[in-house]
């Protein structure tokens, strides 16, 4: 039986393959596990999809995780986001069948533009916020916003900006989410502390997003994930000068609210796109291309924040993190003479 049912919940004829359908042309990317390839319909002349091509050896023991992927995209109608049109399981493969977007990166964007402004951060930041807000209505959450999932719907200068990759994304509904997961740099601080979280972890990611978009570098870095992880859960960041001098109050007062560390008092997807940043005329209007490029450009060539998710370095990392952070607290304790309980060690998944 297949594992995957259309999108309109039928299942495919057992003789059905996606080659009948689909001509299947270039490889757009490869992935540690899949092929991406661009592919025509055969029934809709010059009609173009993404069919990512998922090894099923490969896949053994994950199928959950793509069964619950292909659930969300399925509930997730939206115009800037990346849609789910078929699932084709045959025998050694799961094909999906993608919207093709050919717009590339948000920041490789961002870098050949020849003039970038404040306004045009808060724009991206709104078509983001919308989507996320749609998500969370429809109880989902990401959990691993950050700029490699954010694309060009095409090569237009007026292009939307689409939101990709759901492999991380559960649904609300699927019980409490107190799994460590996302990218260094862009995850909230309640998921390093391993408590509960749910939406307002997105809408941090998007506040780290919004704070590279108006100076090109990163709010947290370090070279240590262990130190890394420590600046996010203290909320360490600063709106450095010379860099941030040019950009508007407005703009560092919308950043604050979506990357405070209480989720609590952090602003939910609705508040943010009711900020004067966003719905308002408070975004300045001069051009911050400069500035931005430069460091997108330093950004982009190390690759440090932007690297592939090592899930086994992550761990070590973190459980130094809470070793040191329990041996202090042990210190304390001691000091006063109390008994410690034995804490969990947390883990990333990837």
Known sequence: MPLFKRRDGATPAPNATIREKYDFRDVLGTGAFSKVFLAESKSEAGQMYAVKCIDKKALKGKEESLENEIKVLRKLRHNNIVQLFDTYDEKQFVYL??????????????????SYTEQDASNLIRQVLEAVAFMHDNGVVHRDLKPENLLYYNQDDDSKIMISDFGLSKTEDSGVMATACGTPGYVAPEVLQQKPYGKAVDVWSIGVIAYILLCGYPPFYDESDA???AQIIKGEYEFDAPYWDQISDSAKDFISHLMCCDPEMRFTCQAALAHPWISGNTAYTHDIHGTVAVHLKKSLAKRNWKKAYNAAAAIRQLQMLRLSSNSNRLQKQASQQQPTPPQPTPAFHA
């Open 97 to 114: 069948v993608m919207e093709l977007v050919t717009g590339g990166e948000l920041f490789d964007r961002i870098v050949a533009k020849g």
């Open 227 to 229: 130190n890394l992880f």
